[in-house]
């Protein structure tokens, strides 16, 4: 009987002394104390079930940001391809049909290793992205630039230069007083409305040659007589420095009646229209070609123009006797890759994606310029969004509901997904970024993200550094080199903004 006292007595009081004690000690906090129905056992299979989940949620991402994952075998396969495409290119009978348009752009390289541009090194200058040093001016949308190049010469006067090609749109004015050790840059920008990217040929040209007026109107100009330089970042095919036949519109820009006409020549018909100032169009130049000179300046290794920006090109000097579609053997020529279209004849089709597949068929030009749509800022956040919707239908992230945000095309711009992407970043202010775009994520949806915006750049990078290669082993193996030191003028905001 003791036994059964030990036995029953405390387990019939435990309950109601341990209860009693806690309702003494915290008397403002009503506690419900629920009996286990089959002890821990129950327990621990839920917390096997719940890891098993995971482990497999965890497998189907793995799987998906894989196919972002290129192997060191992949990416010389990307290397060895373009290395043809660049050749077809450049020779006669394969160009019309190349997909690396190779345009030759008439900046040349003479044999002493100088170039020849005339007045375009004054355009180059005008259009080079504005240096860390400079200093506001008046309203916050003007920059006056220090600018000192290193070799003088005995130019003087002023300049304007017009940079289309992304969604802005830049005039800029560069007054020159003694030689270049004088200079200033003033600096501003203008939006482009969509209705006019895609709206009629004239109504485009109409809207810049506004902005140009705009311009010269707060810089005491009104109805001046200027040289001008033309930064015009679309595949053109030229005759001559000042002369650029827009071959396709790229990027957002869908304006009618461009393609196939000198932009040059429409700049000047809507000059006429405005009847208001004289403008003396001297250079149409890429910006990949802008780039590269501008760096030339600092560097005379400086034989490549790489933009990563909201699109995606390069430039180079080519030796004349490999350029066929240019009569003459003697120095180089700057080529104006247009690689963006590589790719187009499906000659990478095995590293596509679905998602890229689904960028490519959203967007204005489907089936072209498909290595710019897996490389460049204004796709990337595309892919990234592709790739969130489908991880939310399979009921991986964003407790498997696609909000009507998600659905929404363009919501990723490049800023949010360097953003994101940025390691010094705590995961509360990615998830702060993400309702920012109206996404409610959970703190696992949040790293989720962070590892695919991680996986879509790191590929457009990795890709980008093939492509170059390509170029950069042909330059040496031409000159018959064992080593070459070359260096590479690089622009866009994909490669200024992205963390380092
Ligand atoms: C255009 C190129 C340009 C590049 C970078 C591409 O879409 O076709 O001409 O250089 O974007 O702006």
Not at 175 to 200: C, D, H
Request: hydrophobic content about 40%; aromatic content about 8%; charged content about 25%.
């Amino acid at each position: 009987m003791i036994v059964s006292y030990f036995a029953f007595t405390p387990v019939f009081r435990y309950p109601k002394r341990l209860h009693k004690v806690v309702r003494k000690l915290v008397p403002n906090c009503d506690v419900r104390f629920l009996l286990s129905e089959s002890g821990s056992t129950k327990g621990a299979a839920m917390v096997t079930a719940v890891a098993s989940r995971v482990q497999a949620q965890r497998k189907q991402i793995d799987k998906v940001l894989a196919l972002f994952q290129l192997t060191r075998e992949q990416l010389e396969g990307v290397q060895d391809k373009m290395r043809v495409e660049l050749d077809y290119g450049l020779k006669r009978d394969t160009h019309p049909l190349a997909t690396v348009k190779m345009l030759p752009t008439y900046v040349r390289g003479m044999p002493d290793g100088t170039a020849q541009v005339g007045r375009l090194w004054v355009c180059s200058v005008l259009v080079s992205p504005l240096p860390p040093n400079a200093r506001t001016q008046g309203p916050a949308r003007y920059m006056l630039v220090d600018a000192a190049p290193t070799f003088s010469t005995t130019e003087k006067g002023k300049f304007l230069a017009l940079d289309l090609g992304g969604t802005n749109f830049r005039v800029l004015l560069v007054k020159i007083r003694s030689g270049w050790r004088s200079v200033r840059i003033y600096n501003k920008i203008f939006a482009i409305p969509l209705e006019i990217m895609q709206g009629t040929g004239e109504e485009l040209f109409d809207h810049i040659v506004q902005c140009i007026a705009d311009f010269l109107d707060y810089m005491g100009l009104k109805g001046a007589q200027l040289p001008l330089g033309f930064t015009f970042s679309f595949p053109c095919r030229q005759a001559s420095i000042d002369k650029g036949t827009l071959i396709e519109w790229t990027k957002g820009f869908k304006a009618t009646d461009c393609e196939g006409e000198d932009v040059v020549d429409m700049l000047r018909e809507a000059i006429k229209r405005r009847n208001e100032f004289d403008l003396d169009i001297v250079a149409v130049v890429n910006d990949t070609v802008g780039t590269m000179m501008t760096c030339g300046y600092e560097d005379p290794n400086c034989e490549v123009g790489l933009i990563a920006g909201t699109g995606s090109n390069m430039c180079y000097m080519e030796e004349m006797r490999n350029i066929e579609l240019v009569e003459g053997d003697e120095g180089k020529m700057c080529i104006n890759t247009e690689w963006g279209g590589f790719g187009d004849n499906g000659c990478i089709d095995d590293i596509r994606t679905q998602y890229d597949k689904e960028v490519d068929e959203g967007s204005l030009n489907p089936g072209k310029q498909r290595y710019e749509k897996m490389t460049s800022g204004m796709y990337l956040g595309e892919i990234v969004r592709q790739i969130l919707i489908d991880l939310t239908k399979q009921g991986l992230l964003f407790r498997g509901q696609i909000s009507e945000r998600l659905r929404t095309r363009g919501i990723f711009e490049t800023k949010f997904l360097s953003q994101i992407e940025s390691d010094r970043l705590a995961l509360l202010q990615v998830r702060r970024i993400l309702q920012q775009l109206g996404l409610d994520s959970t703190c696992e949806d949040s790293i989720v993200v962070k590892e695919v915006c991680g996986a879509v750049s790191r590929r457009a990078a990795q890709l980008y550094g093939a492509g170059l290669a390509a170029i950069v082993e042909k330059r040496r193996e031409d000159q018959g080199l064992e080593h070459l030191k070359i260096t590479v003028g690089v622009d866009g905001t994909l490669y200024k903004l992205h963390p380092q």
